[in-house]
């Protein structure tokens, strides 16, 4: 069955606001990775994290293994961060698992 | 910057033919893997290779082959395509260190179109 549940499947933001998004896990993962569909299509690496928080620029993650769930905060959003946001969790055993994806359109 | 390269960027086929894609990492990477995104825009994980040793086999069909020559290259064979095989299939790398995969870097994607 599925082990990441990704959502919102879509969300619209105005510039300068923030949200999150969030992934939950059906098992224990042991490192979850968000990454950003580029406008060429390429996945970019935004972060990997094994526990706690990583924060860069306007975004920050954070990932509680033991509750199952990862999060990615954007704030001050601005119109070059729309694209499409994935989470992966690794299951172990060099599988990783992805999330369906986030689709963000950020307006003026 | 681009560390993964996959060849063909796009492969227009027939229903029976047998295609081959391509990929390389430079980053010294051990761990190699395919990704298939269908058009719902979601992504499976069809392998992983750790030094060219087959690690992750998710249910794919038989006519699904990867050939790895060394840890730096990882093929993908499809010995009969069928429709449902029409996708963008994605090669990564990781530096897997054999506890966790650790970050994964994406090539640019093959587009397959089967007909």
């Known amino acids: 069955g599925d082990q990441v549940e990704q959502s919102p499947s879509a969300l619209s933001l105005h510039e300068g606001t923030g949200s999150a998004l969030r992934c939950n896990f059906t098992t224990t993962m042991r490192a979850v990775q968000w990454f950003r569909k580029n406008s060429r299509g390429s996945l970019i690496n935004l972060f990997y994290?094994?526990?706690g928080t990583k924060e860069n620029g306007r975004l920050k993650s954070a990932f509680d293994s033991k509750e199952r769930y990862s999060t990615l905060h954007i704030r001050d959003a601005q119109l070059e961060d729309s694209g499409t946001y994935f989470c992966a969790a690794e299951t172990g055993g060099y599988k990783v698992v992805f999330g369906s994806g986030t689709r963000l359109l950020v307006s003026p | 910057e681009t560390a993964v390269f996959q060849t063909p960027n796009y492969h227009v086929t027939q229903v029976g033919n047998e295609v081959s894609f391509n990929c390389k990492q430079t980053l010294g990477h051990d761990t190699m893997y395919w990704y298939k995104q269908d058009s719902k825009k979601l992504l499976k994980i069809m392998f992983s290779?750790?030094?060219?040793?087959?690690?992750v086999n998710e249910t794919v069909p038989r006519r699904f082959s990867p050939q790895s020559s060394d840890k730096a290259h990882l093929n993908l064979r499809i010995k009969s395509v069928e429709p449902e095989d029409s996708a963008v299939y994605l090669c990564?790398?990781?530096?897997?260190?054999?506890?966790?995969?650790?970050?994964?870097?994406f090539g640019s994607g093959t587009r397959l179109t089967v007909l």
């Open positions: 290779y750790n030094n060219k040793q087959l690690i």
């Open positions: 994290l094994a526990s």
């Open positions: 990564a790398s990781s530096s897997g260190t054999g506890v966790s995969a650790e970050t994964l870097y």
